[in-house]
């Protein structure tokens, strides 16, 4: 196991007029707070001048983010010497030390809480790259993906690269009204509107509003594929076929806006409305079919566990999770195959199969780098899983 060594970045200016640094502008030094697992005791980006340097913006709860670090780990070892990845997190020091110790890198991880990159470089959505050349100048801001083994050699030698731009600055904490503006006096509408540049992915099921629950749906930039799965029932991507022809998938990829609204007295009508409204639209046709798959079974290992956790009395139904984490409450133990199933934890499709039907207040963390972790959150629930094959519900796109 490495070693950690605390290094402290004394930063003296940013050689910019603006805070914000873009393409083809210098970085003469900046401040990212605390460095883990380098090794020099202090340091600055202007005594690394002379190396490329990737300024990877990441959370240990990012999965996307994790995903990147054996990719990028891959080129630090490559190009040694002439390369160097500062990873950014606004985590905590100790968060990051645990993640170290579960998942060690070649990588420098930099502890940025006062978040005082985010002005040099501000971004809405990690994973979020920055690349500077030997000279100190930005020649990229993109996504790690981008970041290929040519891409660096080019830098090194000099030759000018041209990446996909990673534009998400816009910070608009209520997107939905802004760009789908309705009084409570709407009775039915369908929109749908092209991506807007710089807005992140997410959608909103008005379940707390008076007004509009169970009556209106609306989505910022989620791809076709996505608003059909949505559709059609919530289908996670482990249950999706893609049969797509050529002719549709640039269609299918492409992300969309979209807001519907049903008349009271019909919200059961909602997702059919919604299928007729995209069938009428978009070649892009979906179908539901029985498959026989591989799947996860979320049983029941220790009654006397399960009997322990807190029972709720409340039926409305409030849940947060994300990689790492599960904070539910009044919620029933399917809530945790969906969790696993949708957050992209497990392989498969994951099916319940406790036979329990009982609200609950269930908080659980766990460490998502760290081998045998989630197994062991399930554990001290009373649950498992285990490995099956069932005859299920699929949504075949064609």
């Keep these: 196991m490495k070693q950690f060594i605390l290094i402290i970045f004394f930063i003296s200016t940013l ?205 910022i930039n989620v791809p076709l594929e996505i608003i059909y799965r949505i559709a059609y029932g919530n289908f996670s991507n482990k249950r999706t076929i893609d049969q797509t022809p050529n002719r549709v998938v640039k269609e299918d990829k492409q992300n969309y806006c979209m807001d519907i609204i049903v008349p009271k007295g019909q919200e059961k009508m909602l997702f059919t409305t919604l299928q007729n409204e995209l069938k009428t639209r978009f070649e892009l046709q979906a179908s539901i079919e029985k498959r026989v798959k591989p799947v996860y079974i979320l049983t029941i290992a220790d009654s006397a566990k399960v009997n322990l956790l807190n029972r709720s009395h409340i039926e409305e139904k409030d849940f947060d999770g994300g990689s790492g984490s599960f904070n539910g409450e009044s919620v029933r133990l399917n809530c945790i195959a969906d969790y696993l199933e949708n957050f992209g934890l497990v392989n498969r499709p994951v099916l319940d199969e406790t036979g329990n039907n009982n609200l609950y207040n269930i908080k659980f963390t766990y460490m998502a780098e760290k081998k045998g972790d989630l197994q062991n959150a399930l554990h001290n629930l009373g649950l498992k899983l285990i490995e099956a094959e069932r005859n299920i519900d699929m949504l075949v796109l064609r």
């Excluded at 640094?21 to 707070?33: E, H, L």
């Excluded at 000099?158 to 409570?184: M, Q, S, V």
């Design 15 to 219: 050689g910019l007029a603006s805070a914000q640094v873009k393409i083809g502008q210098q970085v003469t030094d900046a401040q990212v707070g605390t460095l883990l697992n380098a090794p020099v005791k202090s340091t600055g980006l202007a005594a690394l001048k002379g190396k490329v340097i990737l300024l990877e913006f990441w959370a240990t709860w990012c999965s996307p983010c994790v995903e990147a670090m054996g990719h990028l780990q891959k080129l630090q070892k490559t190009y040694a010497g002439k390369f160097q990845v500062i990873t950014v997190s606004t985590e905590k020091e100790k968060r990051v030390k645990q993640f170290l110790i579960n998942q060690p890198s070649n990588l420098w991880f930099a502890i940025d809480t006062a978040d005082n990159f985010g002005k040099y470089f501000p971004y809405h959505i990690i994973p979020h790259s920055v690349l500077i050349d030997e000279n100190g100048t930005v020649v990229a801001i993109t996504e790690p993906q981008n970041i290929t083994a040519k891409v660096i050699a080019d830098v090194i030698q000099g030759i000018r690269i041209n990446l996909p731009l990673k534009e998400d600055t816009i910070r608009d904490e209520n997107p939905w009204d802004t760009y789908f503006p309705t009084d409570t006096n709407t009775q039915s509408r369908f929109l749908i509107q092209p991506e807007i540049k710089g807005a992140g992915s997410s959608s909103k099921s008005y379940q707390q509003s008076p007004v509009f629950k169970n009556r209106r749906i609306c989505m």
